[in-house]
């Protein structure tokens, strides 16, 4: 046996070791959701376990309470499992973030053997609110997850699939400002905002069918007056623009913002607009070297893994931001059945399952391996890099 295989199999008989404890984790995760920034019990056991674990454990990093970072270890290579905990209101664990957190909280422990042996450092940072704030895109700002060599995270869903991809996500908020009149005695006195605003709409209809198949824009009206008898002097509306890659995005903007001035020329409303810069979702560039890596180690311990995501149905997730810092990779390891899908009730029992707890105990082992691959193996990291360097 290799020296990596033999580093590989002490990982893997470490996180065997404790299965209970980890699902006994998991479970009591599961059973205690907790919505965005909320989070407290959650990061308060996963580090308490990570410290006990004498990682070097800093809570409350990047100005957010529930956020953390734990360490083992000193130098390079950094590898970094990134932990999920956060629930959804009303559905609690629908999402199965109880298994990402304590698979990443697995593999950091079962690194810290490779570690030892052939120095580098492990991680895992905490990362709060991924459902409803993009807790990562805040971090991401704030330098969390700078210095890294790479970034791994397993979302449990339907199947095993090693590259996915996620829609870059800019939101825009609109308002245009038109005159009040009286709608029968003098509307030739108004200025209509709501005209202005269904122009809008009805533009972004026509851009639609002209945009790329994986693009989306989707968008609510938010206000549109608020007496029948009165020209709307106000309206407002909030959009989502999405797209696979940041530069398609760009393009979209473009065509989106001059929707909207269509609606300010034809009545004379007066448009102002924001760009959620501040809340910008990165598109989710996965490493395909690592992602390969990491479905090699996922298939010898007897998973089918495809190597991407055929449907390509997809939303956005703050992941995105980090993988455009670091090499990364978002794979999924399936634990329910086709037609259960993610943020339903279903899938939160499925996610404290014994299917569950198998997806959980098997992607902290496929993580702690291909950790042994990066930290032991400079060809793999050079093409890591190579590739996140040039673009993937
Ligand atoms: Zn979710
Ligand atoms: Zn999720």
Known sequence: MSRLDDLKKTAVDEIESRRDQLIELSLRIHANPETAFQETKAAGWLTDYLEAEDFAVERGICQIDTAFRASYGSGRPRVAFIAEYDALPGIGHGCGHNIIATAALGAAIATRAVVSEVGGTALVIGTPAEE???????????????????????????????????????????????????????????????????IAYNSVNALRQHIRDSARIHGIITDGGQAV??????????????????????????????????????????LEYHWGEETRYRAMRSNRALAEAYRRNMEALGHQVQEYDSHRSMGSTDMGNVSALVPAIHPTVGIAPPDVVIHTREFRDVAASEAGHRGLLDSAKAMAMTAADVLLDAELRRRIEEEFRGGG
């Open 132 to 198: 409803a704030a993009g807790g990562k895109v805040f971090m991401a700002s704030r330098g969390a997850f700078d210095d890294l060599d790479v970034a791994m995270l397993v979302h449990p869903a339907n199947r095993d699939v090693a590259v996915t991809y996620a829609l870059a996500c800019l939101e825009l908020d609109v308002q245009y400002f038109g005159r009040a009149a009286h709608a029968a005695a003098r509307p030739e006195a108004g200025v209509n905002a709501l005209d202005a605003l269904v």
């Open 229 to 270: 008898n009165v020209v709307p002097e106000h309206a407002a509306a909030a959009f989502l623009l999405r797209a696979e890659d940041d530069d398609y995005l760009e393009e979209l903007r473009e065509k989106v913002l001059a929707c909207f001035r269509a609606g300010a020329e034809a009545t004379g409303a007066r």
